[in-house]
């Protein structure tokens, strides 16, 4: 289920339940108001089982592939609290903002390069397909007439004619490849390693990964959830094996007797900076809120990093594609306008 929809859900959920719903209630008038299916299902069962009694943490966990273990272990806590509709405001809030990261990063990263990609496909095919006509014309014209586009033209529809079929056999066997090699956990100790080493969005990741943990964290510990289990949370959902042996390392040094606030500095997923003032939080009862709040500065920060680098790295594959496809033309019809 795509966090938007459950950002929508979980809004929807709280303004029932403040203006006097009970949980059955609102769950059964969710389900008539949404028109996603597995959503209208789940809402259904999940009333079902709340109706007979069953806390709704334990209800939400039999839809594993709607409700994620965030939002159960959330809105499990916040019922036990009494602060449903407050732990559902924040919920929604959180998978909002994952959200809009998550889309920022793909359209700065891999949305470019699919562009790229399909835009460079198209002019091969194009010159390929072009290639006999092209060289017709071109051999009864004196070679000293041709462009210097149409030599280049030339040269590159012959060599799409001749093996493009090859590079789309080897580009599809990549793209295959590469995938397979991502697989499992060490699939995915290499491509952490691959993002967090890639130019200029390495950073991003790095960023990514720690906003994630620390949003993560401070939902579920102002949830009520224990502090060392919403971090393990946060570090299993954060989609990064480095993020993970962090908090490995974190629940080593609270075992030997160092606070939580200076472990998470000492390992680098909060700045050293935040440590006075998480332990006085941690001291009064609220390091969940106070993580939300440092949290929400930087995703802003990190929103506005992404944003930035979509707008450079867009920029510079218009250009480029504007650069092929210019070249393309004037290769096809240059020699044509000098004749």
């Known amino acids: 289920m795509k966090p938007e929809e459950l950002s929508r859900l979980a809004a929807a959920f709280a303004v029932k339940l403040k203006a006097g719903l009970s949980v ?3 769950l059964y008038a969710l389900s ?19 109706d007979k009694g069953r806390p709704l943490g334990e209800a939400l966990r039999d839809y594993p592939d709607v409700f994620d273990e965030i939002s159960v272990a959330a809105l499990g806590a ?60 071109l051999q009864g014209l004196p070679e000293r007439d041709w462009p210097a586009a149409s030599h280049v033209a030339s040269l590159v529809s012959h060599a799409a004619r001749s093996f493009l079929p090859v590079v789309l056999a080897l580009v599809a066997s990549a793209y295959a490849g590469f995938h397979l090699l991502l697989r499992g956990e060490k699939g995915q100790l ?40 919403a971090m393990e949370s946060a570090a299993m959902t954060s989609g990064s094996v480095a993020v993970r042996g962090a908090v ?39 390091l969940g809120e106070m993580l939300m709040k440092h949290a929400e500065a930087g995703d802003a920060d990190l929103l506005r990093r992404i944003s930035r680098l979509k707008n450079v ?27």
Request: charged fraction near 20%; aromatic fraction near 2%.
């Open 190 to 229: 290499r491509r952490d390693a691959m993002l967090l080493q890639a130019p200029l969005v390495g950073s991003l990741w790095r960023e990514k990964a720690k906003a994630h943990f620390t949003r993560t964290t401070g939902l579920l510990a102002a949830a009520g959830v224990p502090q060392l289990e």
């Open 248 to 286: 490995m390392v974190v629940a080593d040094k609270l075992g030997k007797g160092r606070d939580l606030p200076t472990a998470l500095a000492e390992v680098g997923l909060v700045s050293r900076s935040e440590v006075n003032a998480m332990q006085a939080a941690e001291r009064r009862g609220t």
């Open 24 to 26: 059955g209630k609102a």
């Open 32 to 50: 008539v108001e949404t028109k996603q299916p597995r959503l209208v299902a789940a809402c259904r069962g999940v009333k079902a089982d709340v």
């Open 78 to 137: 916040g019922q036990k609290g009494n602060r449903l509709p407050l732990e559902l405001q924040r919920l929604s809030a959180y998978l909002a903002t994952t959200a809009k990261i998550a889309r920022g990063l793909s359209g700065a990263t891999k949305r470019p390069l699919v562009a790229f990609g399909a835009g460079l496909l198209i002019v091969l095919v194009v010159l390929g397909v072009s290639a006999p006509a092209l060289e017709k014309f």
């Open 313 to 339: 790295v867009q920029s510079l594959t218009i250009l480029v594609l504007g650069v092929l496809v210019a070249g393309a033309l004037l290769g096809l019809v240059g020699a044509a306008l000098a004749h």
